[in-house]
């Protein structure tokens, strides 16, 4: 390997980077955006916490996106009435809908990204990057 050839990890990020573009121009909604109303209709309701540890995202990113979210209807957010240090966050109707609408797009745009890789190479992709997952997942807990 040299410095000029792309190693699996950078490699890994470009391949995320390019997803991400592409998820966005085919289903319409950003995948961030995605994964976190996913989330919400998958838990009903949660707390910011709960969701942040859920979706394995920073606290402060996630802050940011639910007031966009809450901006545009697409979830609501309270104070937790057994503990007001919380929000709760809950998917609203205009978000069950825009997911019941965008979901033909997203199943196209999972089949056309998958379309032609044989079985055994995704089981081998799929095995290599969760030995890698929980390799980072070791590797930060030991920083702490």
């Given at each position: 390997?040299?410095?000029?050839?792309?190693?699996?990890?950078?490699?890994?990020?470009?391949?995320?980077?390019?997803?991400?573009?592409?998820?966005?121009?085919?289903?319409?909604?950003?995948?961030?955006?995605?994964?976190?109303?996913?989330?919400?209709?998958?838990?009903e309701t949660a707390s910011q916490k709960r969701l942040?540890?859920?979706?394995?995202?920073?606290?402060?990113?996630?802050?940011?996106?639910?007031?966009?979210?809450?901006?545009?209807?697409?979830?609501?957010?309270?104070?937790?009435?057994?503990?007001?240090?919380?929000?709760?966050?809950?998917?609203?109707?205009?978000g069950h809908a825009l997911l019941r609408e965008a979901?033909?797009?997203?199943?196209?745009?999972?089949?056309?990204?998958?379309?032609?890789?044989?079985?055994?190479?995704?089981?081998?992709?799929?095995?290599?990057?969760?030995?890698?997952?929980?390799?980072?997942?070791?590797?930060?807990?030991?920083?702490?």
């Amino acid at each position: 390997m040299t410095d000029t050839t792309p190693n699996l990890l950078q490699q890994l990020g470009r391949s995320s980077r390019a997803m991400y573009g592409a998820f966005e121009s085919r289903v319409g909604h950003a995948l961030p955006r995605w994964r976190i109303l996913k989330s919400l209709e998958e838990l009903e309701t949660a707390s910011q916490k709960r969701l942040a540890c859920h979706l394995q995202m920073d606290p402060g990113a996630l802050t940011r996106q639910l007031k966009q979210l809450e901006a545009e209807q697409l979830v609501t957010r309270s104070t937790d009435p057994a503990d007001n240090r919380q929000t709760l966050v809950t998917l609203g109707a205009a978000g069950h809908a825009l997911l019941r609408e965008a979901a033909p797009q997203r199943q196209a745009f999972f089949l056309q990204a998958l379309e032609g890789i044989e079985p055994q190479q995704l089981d081998s992709a799929l095995q290599v990057l969760r030995q890698l997952e929980e390799r980072f997942r070791r590797m930060a807990a030991e920083t702490r």
